[in-house]
Nanobody, 121 residues
């Protein structure tokens, strides 16, 4: 089993910054990619940013230039630095990991329980 522990959410004013953290633990042989998704009330979950094991990154157009994803694979952690936040960035942010739990296993995907980010205008 794999567990993801997210932290760093909270309430911030528009224009402010937050850093989200996610740490994976459990049965992990190798990590293929980690990422962050978010879900606003009444909306579908959407990709925010991902980072591969080779440090290749991908961002939603809405956060490019404002958010930065980085990871520490040795510590099984991924971070999301969020700057110049606006109310449209509010929502529950979920950590996601694509990994191989054992050398003999294929890739599997896990989700954290989410951390709430609220940006006030």
């Amino acid at each position: 089993q794999v567990y993801l522990m997210e932290s760093g959410g909270g309430l911030v004013q528009a224009g402010g910054s937050l850093r989200l953290s996610c740490e994976a633990s459990g049965s992990i042989f190798s990590i293929n990619a980690m990422g962050w998704y978010r879900q606003a009330p009444g909306k579908q979950r959407e990709l925010v940013a991902t980072i591969s094991s080779s440090d290749s990154t991908n961002y939603a157009d809405s956060v490019k230039g404002r958010f930065t994803i980085f990871s520490d694979n040795a510590k099984k952690k991924v971070y999301l630095q969020m700057n110049t936040l606006n109310p449209e960035d509010s929502g529950v942010y979920y950590c996601n990991i694509n990994l191989r739990p054992r050398i003999s296993a294929g890739a599997m995907e896990y989700w954290g329980k989410g951390t709430l980010v609220t940006v006030s205008s």
